[in-house]
Structures are given as C-alpha cells and as structure tokens.
C-alpha cells in the first residue's frame, strides 16, 4: 500500500467474495478478516520534556563593548524524538511564550507568544538556536541566545517565565507546548538610587544632597526666596547614585550611569509636599504639575578640586515665569556602546528619583498670544475629533530642532451665559488646568501668520496657549473644538414631533425658515405639500445645539439620495441658518422623483468655518400620496345642482377626502402648506366638472382648482365651511348630467359622484334711461363719459344673494334668468324732436358688451361711454341737446323693446365771459374805447372797476387788477362736471408802442391758473417794462380742468385795459474823461489801466454798471489814422461791468475812483479810451470824453549810467576754451564778454540779452589812417599814435556788423551780479567790437517803446537812436547798449 500520509494513522481489513454470483448473492455470502490495532503515526513529534527548561540574563558580552550586542537571554531545554527512530530533520522549528512570573498552571495561563524561529542542528545554519540530538537516550538538547529589549517591548512585566513548543518545518505540524515553565527571569536591571539607606536617609539627600546654586552676580546673603525672582542662571549639583539592592557591585562599576534631570512646574492650588512624594519615585503620575524642561546628562570626569557632585547648568528660557519648580533627577544604566539597559516594570514596579527640597520660580518673558482662525475653503475637513485652528505670530515659526522647546497647551472652559442674543457676549469661566496637546502644521496665512491645528482636544470649549521652553504666551480666546449636528428622529418621534409644523411655500430647490415657539429635539423629516400641489420633503432640526457654544451656528448643508440604495449622495448648497431668536429650524428639498423613497442628512457649519460630520440619514421618506375619493359621511358626496341664471347652474360638493396610510403611527407625518386663514389639513388638489347631454354627449368640461382634505391632517370639525361650489354654462332649455371626479396634482383621477338638473328662463324689460355727463380718472387727466343707468329686469345679477342653510348652499332665486350680455342706445338732437319727426331722428349706436355692468342688489345697468370715441364715430357733437334711449340683448340674443326717451343732456360746458360793466369816469371810457379800436370786436373793453392799471412806484414793473371772469348764465353746467369748473387759467397779452406814430407790437406775458370765488380779485406784476413806450394789456380766461371736447372754444373774449401812457425815466449824467496808463505784468504781459471818477446817483436811478470802449488810433509801426467824424470811428466795445466788482475796493470806497483793466490789446498800438454808466434796467448815460492816446509799449532794458562792456581775448590756443593747445595749429581766436545787468523800467526780470560784433580789416584800418589829407603837425602826431597801437576804435572804411549770441537771464533770483558771454572763432587780422543791446523775454518785440536796441543792423539802430539818416558812430547807441573796446585779432 503506497501513497500513505505519515501524519495519519491507518487500519486494514481483506474482503472476499464469489465473483460469478450476483451481487446480491456474493455481498451475503463474503467474509472480512481485519487487522487488530491502525498503524502507528510515522510524523517526527518533538515533546519538550518537563523540568528540562531554563533562562538566564548575561551581562558578560555587554560590558566587554561588543558593538552591536546588548543584553542577551539565554534559553536551554530538552525535548524527545517521536516516534522512536524517526528521522529528524537538519532544522526544526520553536517558538517561545512568555507568562508572568506569579502564575499557575500552564494550561490556566495567558502566554504571550514570541515570533517563531528556526534552530538548526550544530548550529550549521545561520539562526539564533541550534541542537543537538542522542540518539541513544532519544532525545535532544537546544538551547537559543535572544535580545532582551526585543523580548521586553512585548512583555507585559520585566519578571517572566519562559515556555517552548517544537515544530517541523516539512509539514509545518506543531508539538505540544511545554507542561511547565522555566524559572523567574528579571529581563532588565534595576536602576541607580540616590545615595544613602533607609527613608530618612533618601528624605536628607533629597533635601541636602540635591540643591540649585544661583549664579545671579548676587551677595551670597541673600535669601533663597529673594534669589528666585532674580536669578538668570542655575546649576543643578547631585551626588553620583549607587547600585539598587541586587546589582552586583562590578556591574555597578562597569556600567555607566546616564542622569535625566527634569524639572516640574506646579500649578497654583498644588501641594508642594504631595507633589514631591509623587516626584520621588518614577514614573510620575500627578495632574497638579507638568514637565516643562527635561535634559539627559552623561556623568562627566571628576573636577580637579575634588568635588564629587554631578552638575548642570539651566538657563533662563527652559524656565516657566511666575511658576514654582522643582527638580527632579533620576538615573538609567547605560552600556559602554552607548545602549539603555531595560529597567523593571510591571504592576508596583517603581524607581527612586531625587526630588528638590524646596521649589523656586523664575520670572521669563510673555510670549504673544495665539490667534484662533476661521477654517478655511482649504481646510474645511478637518480631522475627526475635537480640533481648532491656530495662528502663531511670524515669529513664533516652528522647526524640527525646536519640537522638544515649543509646545502647545489647552485648557476647558464652562459657558457661565447662556443667553443666545446676537448681540450679547458669551461669558466663559475656565474650569480646567492647562494641559498640553497635540498638534499639526498646516502652513502659512494670508497675513504671514503660522497656521497649526489642534488635535484630540480634552473638552467642548479650550482656549490655548504655547511655550518656548520656560516662557508662556498670553491666553487665545475662546473656542469651541467640534461642531454639534442633530440626530435623527426615530418610530414614533417623528410623527408626534414633526406633525406640529408646517413649512411656507417656495420655489427654489432648498428653502430655510424657521419656527419660533417650538422645538423638536433631533432631525425630523415629513412629507410636505405645497401650494402648488407638488410634494416636497421638509426636514426640521433644533437651531440651537443642546449645549452652549461660543461660536455659534451660522449655516447648514442638506444631501439626500434614494432609500436603501449604494447610489452617491446628492449634496446641496449650503445655506445660512434663521436668526437666533428661531427654536427649531427648517429646510425644504425639491425636485425630487414622484412614487420614490429618500433619505436625508445635515451638516452644520459654526461662524469660525468648521463643519460638522454628517448626522446619520433619517428614516425613508415616500413622496406618494393615494388619489382623493368622495367623502364617505354624505350621501353622494354632498353634490347639489341649483340653478344660477337662465344659462348657467352652480354646482356644489364636499371637498373630497384622502384616504389615511396604514401604520401612519410610525411614518413621516404629512404637512400642508397652506394659505393664510386655510386648514392645515386641506391639500390642494384638481376638480374636473364634466357636463354630458341626455344623449351622452359632452356638452362641456370644467376644472376647477381647489383643496381636498386628507384623513391623517384632521377629522370632520377641521372641515367646517368648506364646500366647493362652481358655476357651469346650461343651455336655458336643455338638461344636462353632472359628473364631479378630483386628482392631486401628481396622481390620476379618482371616483366621480353625478346629479342631473334642467333649467328656466324668466322675461327681460329695460327701464327709461337717466343719462348726465361725468369724469373719469385723476385731476388734470380726467376723460369725459356718458353715463347711463337703466333699471332691467329679468337679467340674472352678478351677485345674488344667498343663505347659508345646513351643509349646502341653496339659491333664493326661483327661476332661473338670462345673463345681461350686450345693450344698445340711440340718441336724437332736441332740435329735430321738436319738429316731429320722432321715428326719423334717432341715431342708433353700436351694441357695446355689459360685461360687469348690471348690479345685483338694484337690478340697475351702469355703463360709461366714453365720450371721444362717441363724437370721433359723429354720433354726437358738442354744444348740442340730446335725448337718449336704450334696449338690452342676453347671451341668447333676445332683445328688450327701446325703453323710453331720457332727460334732455347739453353735450357741452358754459363758456366763461369777462365780468360785467360798471359805470366809469369818461376818461376811463376813452381809453378803454382806445383800446377796444386797437383789438378789435373780439375784445372787451373795461371800465375803471373792471380792469385797472397803472404804474408800479420805483421800478419799471405794471400792477394790473381785475375782477374774476365767471360762467355763462344763459348754460347750466351738467352735475357731473361741476369738479372740472372750480380753476381758471388766465393769459394776459400786451401791446406797446413808442409814441404815437409808431405800430402796436404784440407781446405774450404769461398764464395763471387760479381757484375760482366770487369775490376775489386777481392781480398781477408785469416787471421789466420799458417806460418810454405806451401799454395795453388784454386778459382772456379758460376752464383749467374741463376736457377739451366739451368746450367750444378754448379761451374767452379778451378784456382790454385802459392805456398805459408813457413814463419817461430820468437822464444818467456822463462821467468825465478817463485817465489811461500802460502797465506791465510778469504773467499777465501788457495791458492798460484806466481810472475814472464815479458820479452819484440820482433818487430813481441807480449806477450799477459801466462799459468802456477803445480805438486804435495808430498801429505799431504805421503812421497815424486819418481822423474821422465821430459816427464814422471804428470804436471798438466792452463788456458791461458791475459797480459791485469794485466796491469791493478801499480806494473806491474812499475816493470814488473806478480803476478797470483792459486785456487783449495789441503791442506796441496806440489807443484812445471813453466811458459810460448804466443803471439797473439797462439805461446808459452819453459816452465820456475821450482819453489822451496812450501807446501800448514799455521802455526797453538799458544799461546803467557808468557800465562799460568789458573784452578780452583768450590766451593764443585756448580757443575751444580748455586753456591747452598750440598756437602754431589755431587759426581762431576767442574773447570773453562781461557787464551787468540791465535796469528794468517795468520791473520785470526776466531779460534777453543779444550780443553783436562790429568787424572791419585792420589793414583797412591803418591804411586809412595813412591816407588822412589832413597835414598839419598835430594830424601827424594823431596818425602815428593811431599806427603805433595798429589801429581805431571805429571802421574807417569797410565793416559788418553781425548778430553773434542771445543769452537770457531773471533778476528775481536776486544773485546775478555779473552776466558773461564767450565769443569764439574769431579770426585773426581783424579788428572787432561787441554791442550788447536787451528786450524783455515774455513781451513781443512790438511791445518795446522806441528807441530800443533789438535791430538787425547798425544803420537801423542808429536810425532808432536819432531818429535820423546820420551815419553811425559809437556815441548815439551808448543809451541802447554797451560798447566793449576794440580787439585786434592776431
């Protein structure tokens, strides 16, 4: 038998069988014959033996400084091979547990199981066991080396017991673990304790051994209470610990010691001597102080004065200021490698530590505040827990170098306000120590502050605050760490508690309101129709969280998504939440999909930016309703058909009712969004009236908007008064079936009720017509109508009037009447009646719609008929007597017989005539018959009483005065109109002439509009007239609010005045003579001034004005005009001038002097100035005399009396002026110029200087002087002299005088002293003189008076000089300019 698993255990038996039976036969005649015991397993199974297990800790590799190697666990154990003589394999596999030292039963223990390994036999194979087998005893022994740090980090104490169980690696099958334990091993070294035995000795050691000496520049007198506040140093000085109880001393020795000095800072209300019980052993557990400064120091070598004590120096800034500290140093073995041995742990497991007798507390700096930020866009997930957001100063940047310095701290605080108000502040009382937490960098803000978030905060309120070691920073203010969101209403909540709310109607997809007396307490949701009939879901929540927060609730996010589905959620805007005075608020979701289930979810956002997590989604919600159905508690769902009119029946019924859903009890309830004054249970709902003949045909269809009534909103007392009720169109001699059947808007048509009713007609009849004219619409645009009212009868009223009986309405009308549809008049003129011809003279009008005309309660019809659209179709006209008749149509075109003729109607208002006549002088009777003549018959002419005029005292202005026009007595005005006939618009038209053999002009004066009274009397000022000329004023009147069609004419006949005659004014007396001067500006130019002498004025006239005039008498550089007569001078006029302007000046005040400015003339022209004065209406005096002609020109700059025109030539080479060169190379030669500066005559500065050169041959020259006629001995002498300095002081013979510079200068500075000028490229052989002649900078040549120095050549100046055709010479140019002496070029 092959193929046999040597894991398993096999047993065998043999059959046997006759094989030519059948199978019946052979099975019950066969024979077995079996084996008496399976097969032995043949699987190698290595039991670990008992009592054979042992472990040890060895120190001995540790403390040779093998690099590499710490602590090792030895482990030896003997196992047996199984089955006997099986092959044992060249690896095997074990795995080893651990268990507390003080435990039971092996099978009663909870072992912590090591990591399976491989042992290899003699260690052949690189592994961290080997073993090695007797085959003679069968059994093996192993043994395996283990790092104890690695075994620690999964112990749960140092003290353990080892077990072991073997495996093979072939078929991975694992052996029993071992029945018993090894015994104790400790896995890690007790650590150094202070120096000293017994409690009272550690208690003097921590006290005297253990001390901080201040290194402040202080007197070591000093208090150590008074050192603490001034201290900026300390030095931390301790014994070297010894070995605990149980560490062999050559351990001790070998081993080096590393020191943890830590020191505490205590909270305000700790105990110190608690504190210091807690500190004196680790670890150390105490809520009343917290690490601020932890240091670890590896002992040095001993000082060279002996001292024996460890030291450590602690500066300022590891420090905490106002806080009391104390010191606590602990040790740790430490390996020559630089590796931790493990120290004891486990439950009561503690090591000693030094303490600080008595604490200290140094004063640091105050760091700035940390700033609680809004979550941001960026950051608006934040991470799961309580969190806040952060902001250091820039300085306050964190680094990787600085973590163990800089923490963040957080402390709880409790909201002691609990007002909710907008405006109040929240009020928190910190009831928490502080306390550090965790931290994560987010980046940089907008501002340069750092941005951190706080993480696994300890309460619902914190506020924060950072170290940088000793020093603290001010407290943030407060915030809240996570966002509340509501809980989901469950079963019967959300019946009970969402079925007392209601939701407004709205068209957006989400819409937030809120309710302000009630509140729910979680998340709700119900099924809501609006009042559009569409479903909607409506989702209700407390707007306020059950716990008070500081930052509060400010907007909310909805998502939903199909009920029990994986599909992804919908997410909506978000929105902001309803005011704080709102208890509950409530959102709306729409669009969604009609007969489908949805769940929902809310999120919350505070005003700091944070979310909420989404709440758990609510229970599903069915956007389905059933289809209304006739109510069941009245007879054919309370359907009646009464007769309405002759053509119209009015059905009334119950509303229809919507049957309850089964289990309502633990559904979302049902809201209605209903109208003002509605029932919260009516839904809105679609009646559909069919109307069929006895035939079956369809006569007509109506449908109606109305409500429906749903059983779960209410029970039959929330349905009072609500019967529907509609009117449908009835032919008046047929019968017809009803069939009412109601929808919602988005279901089908549910169950009809019927009914059948035929109607009745009754006879119609109009009355005689009262017809009056009237106005429609505002004050100024009234439009004028007829209108008609006619008594009918017959006609079925808008609004009948009806009784409420019992559950229907029931109609007081017997039979049923026509409806008024259309009505007819027809009119004559009086005129026409009068002669007989009745039937002829009737004008038959258009029929006209009575749509809303006839009034039920009078059985009346009242129609306006606009009174334009009348006369634009020539039915009537204006000022004409009409009598008016009328007949009436229903809508089945039957007609009423014409009703009698009306009262007869005056289309047309009186027109307004001129006040009557009175008796008047005979004067006045001329001049109105005058004026009568002027106008013509249309006019009227007044008497004295009637219309007054006469001039107005002191001003040019007519007072005129008159009595009211009034209406034309022979009219009466119709009633209707008497509110357009109360205001009378008046135009007054004048007419003036100047003297009697001039024409009357016609001049238009104004209108007035004015309330129309018996005794008033109307007056009016017409300013501004000319008295010189003769006045007649005409007044005409017409209604100001009577509509244009109904006048005849739009103004009445004129009333004439009484002639104005004329009223000469007084002469102005001319001023005297001006007085002009020229004067010169800087940034003005030229201009000229005049004063003149201001008269006087009279007692009716009064001077407020002048105007001056000039004329050019001579322009620059022509010779005078031909003198003209006075008419024909071309004087040339200026703009009027107020005497205001220049009262404004003292010296017109005091002298009465008129100073004025005229700008604009031309340079260098002369003019003649007069003068005239005016008063206020524009009269002027006779033109002044003429002033003396004045040129306008200024003198031109001219040198001092004494300035010479200094000139020298340059050295020999130095012509380009850098005083270098040869002179063997130079063919020019240079001279420099220099004078002072000119006098201004006109005060200006700014100057323009031109330099000329004078230049002749100064062989010419000599030539000359040779040639002088003259030979008389003092001749002689004068032609040598002039030979021996080579030549004159003026050109002889041939010369030419040229422009060679301009140079500008402005004296205003006041520091130019001396003006120079460089003249070059001069050449040599000649002779030369410069002239400097100036103009002014800012003024046109035109502008200088003669003689002036600015000419092109010497014959010109000397012209200008002399006035005369003389040759030049130096003499006559010296008062233009400077001359310099003669330069001779060489």
């Known amino acids: 038998v092959r193929s046999l698993h040597a894991d398993r255990r096999y047993a065998f038996a043999v059959e046997a069988r006759y094989a030519g039976l059948p199978s019946t036969l052979a099975a019950a005649a066969a024979g077995r014959l079996e084996a008496e ?151 890690a070294l007790a650590p150094p304790v202070p120096a000293g035995e017994g409690s009272d000795a550690e208690l003097a050691i921590a006290e005297g051994e253990l001390r901080v000496a201040y290194n402040a520049n202080k007197s070591e007198a000093l208090a150590f209470r008074d050192a603490n506040h001034v201290a900026e140093a300390a030095t931390v000085t301790w014994q070297p610990f010894r070995g605990a109880p149980g560490v062999l001393p050559e351990h001790h020795a070998r081993l080096c010691i590393q020191y943890v000095v830590t020191v505490w800072a205590l909270h305000q209300s700790a105990f110190i001597d608690d504190v210091r019980r807690t500190l004196s052993s680790l670890p150390s557990d105490t809520k009343e102080a917290w690490v601020v400064f932890r240091q670890t120091v590896v002992p040095v070598p001993m000082e060279p004065d002996g001292s024996e004590r460890h030291k450590l120096r602690l500066v300022r800034s590891c420090l905490h200021p106002g806080k009391q500290h104390l010191l606590q140093v602990s040790a740790r073995y430490q390996l020559p490698s630089g590796e931790l041995l493990p120290e004891p742990f486990g439950p009561g497991v503690s090591r000693p530590a030094a303490v600080l007798s008595k604490p200290f507390w140094p004063a640091a700096p105050t760091l700035p505040s940390p700033r609680i930020e809004p979550f941001t866009a960026s950051y608006d997930e934040a991470p799961a827990g309580r969190c806040a957001l952060l902001a250091l100063p820039p300085q306050e940047t964190i680094s990787e170098t600085d973590q163990d310095m800089w923490h963040l701290e957080a402390r709880e605080g409790y909201i002691f306000d609990t007002a909710r108000s907008a405006a109040s502040e929240t009020i928190v009382v910190p009831s928490g120590a502080w306390e550090r937490c965790s931290h994560k960098m987010v980046g940089a803000a907008s501002d340069g502050w750092f941005q951190l978030a706080a993480c696994d905060l300890p309460a619902q309120v914190c506020q924060f605050r950072y170290r940088r070691g000793p020093a603290e920073s001010e407290a943030s203010c407060w915030t809240d760490t996570h966002v509340w969101h509501p809980l989901p209403l469950t079963g019967s909540q959300i019946n009970s508690q969402m079925g007392c709310f209601t939701s407004n109607s709205g068209s957006c997809s989400e819409i937030s309101v809120g309710c302000r007396s009630m509140r729910i307490c979680g998340l709700g949701v119900a099924l809501a129709v609006g009042a559009d009939g569409l479903l909607f879901a409506q989702l209700a929540w407390p707007r306020h969280p059950p716990e008070c927060s500081v930052a509060p609730l400010q907007r909310y996010q909805v998502r939903y998504r199909f009920a029990a589905s994986d599909m992804a959620w919908q997410v909506l805007p978000s929105t902001d939440l309803p005011n704080n005075d709102v208890l509950t608020a409530q959102s709306q979701v729409r669009g969604l999909v009609l007969g489908s289930q949805y769940e929902f979810s809310v999120r919350l956002r505070n005003i700091s930016g944070r979310w909420s997590a989404w709440c758990p989604p609510t229970a599903p919600l069915l956007l389905d309703l059933d289809v209304p159905a006739p109510a069941r508690s009245l007879e054919n769902g309370g359907l009646s058909v009464v007769s309405e009119s002759n053509h119209a029946v009015k059905l009334t019924w119950w509303p229809f009712v919507i049957p309850s859903r089964d289990g309502k009890a633990s559904l979302p309830p049902i809201v209605v969004s209903s109208a003002s004054g509605s029932s919260h249970s009516s839904l809105p709902a679609e009646y559909q009236i069919t109307v069929t003949s006895d035939e079956g045909n369809i006569v007509a269809v109506v449908q109606q908007q109305a409500h429906a009534f749903h059983e779960e909103l209410g029970d039959d007392d929330d349905m009072e008064c609500t019967w529907l009720q509609t009117s449908v169109p009835m032919e008046p001699h047929r019968s017809c079936n009803f069939e009412v059947r109601a929808r919602l808007r988005f279901t089908d048509w549910g169950p009809a009720v019927a009914s059948r009713m035929p109607p009745r007609l009754l006879p119609i009849a109009a009355g005689a017509p009262l017809v009056d004219l009237c106005l429609l619409g505002s004050e100024g645009k009234a439009d004028a109508v007829l209108r008609v009212e006619s008594s009918t009868c017959g006609f079925r009223a808008e609004s009948p009037t009806t009784e409420h009986g019992g559950d229907a309405v029931v109609s007081k009308v017997d039979c049923e009447a026509a409806t008024l549809s259309h009505y007819q008049l027809r009119s004559r003129v009086m005129a026409e009646a009068e002669d007989g011809d009745e039937n002829a003279t009737w004008t038959e009008w258009p029929r006209a719609p009575a749509t809303g005309s006839v009034h039920g309660r009078h059985h009346a019809l009242v129609v306006d008929v606009p009174l334009h659209i009348a006369m634009a179709s020539s039915l009537v006209a204006t000022d004409r007597a009409y009598v008016f008749s009328i007949r009436c149509f ?154 244009t069609l109904l006048r005849s004419r739009e103004w009445s006949p004129e009333l004439a005045s009484p002639i104005l005659q004329a009223r000469p004014p007084p002469e102005l007396s001319a001023p005297g003579a001006p007085s002009a001067e020229v004067r010169v500006a800087e940034h003005e130019g030229l201009f000229a001034q005049l004063q003149w002498k201001h008269l006087a004025s009279n007692g009716r006239q009064h001077v407020c004005c002048y105007q001056l005039q000039f004329l050019c008498v001579c322009l620059p550089g022509q010779g005078p005009k031909p003198k003209l007569a006075e008419d024909q001078e071309e004087w040339c006029l200026e703009p009027p001038t107020l005497l205001q302007e220049e009262a404004e000046n003292a010296e017109f005040h005091a002298t009465g002097t008129v100073i004025s400015k005229i700008w604009g003339l031309r340079a260098g022209a002369t003019y003649r100035f007069r003068v005239r004065v005016g008063d206020g209406k524009r009269l002027w005096s006779h033109w002044s005399d003429s002033s003396i002609a004045v040129q306008l020109a200024v003198g031109a700059p001219a040198p001092q009396p004494g300035d010479v025109l200094g000139a020298t030539l340059e050295p020999l080479g130095d012509a380009d002026g850098s005083g270098e060169g040869d002179s063997s190379t130079n063919v020019t030669r240079a001279a420099r110029l220099h004078w002072r500066p000119f006098r201004s005559p006109s005060g200006l500065c700014r100057i323009e200087y031109r330099i000329m050169m004078l230049e002749w041959s100064a062989h010419e020259q000599g030539q000359a002087a040779d040639n002088t006629p003259e030979q008389t001995l003092l001749a002689r002498l004068r032609r040598a002299n002039k030979r021996s300095r080579s030549t004159g002081q003026w050109p002889a013979g041939e010369h030419r005088f040229r422009i060679v510079g301009y140079i500008s200068s402005d004296s205003s500075s006041g520091n130019s002293s001396s003006t120079e000028w460089r003249a070059d490229q001069l050449r040599p052989g000649a002779c030369c003189r410069f002239f400097v002649t100036a103009r002014y900078d800012n003024l046109p040549l035109e502008a200088l008076a003669s003689p002036h120095g600015w000419h092109d050549d010497l014959l010109a100046l000397t012209r200008s000089a002399r006035h005369t055709d003389c040759p030049p010479d130096q003499s006559s140019l010296s008062h233009m300019g400077l001359w310099s002496t003669m330069l001779e070029i060489t």
């Open 37 to 187: 015991g399976p097969l032995p397993c043949r699987q190698l199974q290595p039991t670990v033996m008992p009592g054979k297990i042992q472990a040890e800790l060895d120190l001995a590799a540790a403390l040779h400084n093998n690099v590499g190697q710490g602590v090792v666990l030895r482990v030896a154990w003997s196992f047996s091979i199984e089955p006997l003589g099986a092959a044992v394999p060249s690896t095997l596999l074990y795995q080893l547990c651990m268990v507390p030292a003080r435990t039971g039963p092996s099978a009663m223990v909870s072992r912590t199981c090591l990591p399976p390994s491989i042992a290899s036999e003699h260690g052949r194979v690189a592994s961290t066991a080997s073993f090695v087998v007797d085959r003679g005893a069968e059994v093996a022994s192993a043994k395996c080396e283990l790092c104890a740090a690695v075994v620690l980090s999964i112990a749960s104490a140092s003290h353990a017991r080892f077990g072991i169980r073997m495996g093979d690696p072939c078929s991975g099958h694992w052996g029993p673990w071992s029945d018993d334990f090894s015994g104790s091993v400790e896995l």
């Open 890 to 1043: 229903d809508v089945h075109e039957r007609a009423t017989p014409w009703s009698g003729s009306s009262d007869q109607l005056v289309l047309g208002i009186p027109p307004l005539a001129p006040p009557l006549q009175r008796p008047a002088a005979p004067a006045a009777v001329t001049a109105a018959a005058v004026a009568v003549e002027r106008c013509g018959a249309s006019a009227v002419a007044s008497n004295v009483t009637s219309f007054q005029v006469e001039w107005a005292a002191g001003r040019p202005a007519a007072m005129l005065r008159w009595r009211h026009f009034h209406a034309c007595p022979s009219r009466v005005a119709p009633r209707g109109l008497s509110l357009c006939l109360r205001r009378v618009a008046y135009r007054i038209r004048m007419e003036r002439r100047y003297g009697e053999d001039s024409p009357w002009v016609s001049l238009q004066v104004g209108d007035s509009v004015t309330e129309l009274t018996a005794h008033q009397q109307m007056s009016c000022e017409v300013p501004e007239l000319d008295e010189k000329f003769e006045h007649i004023f005409h007044v005409s009147a017409s209604w100001v609010d009577a509509p």
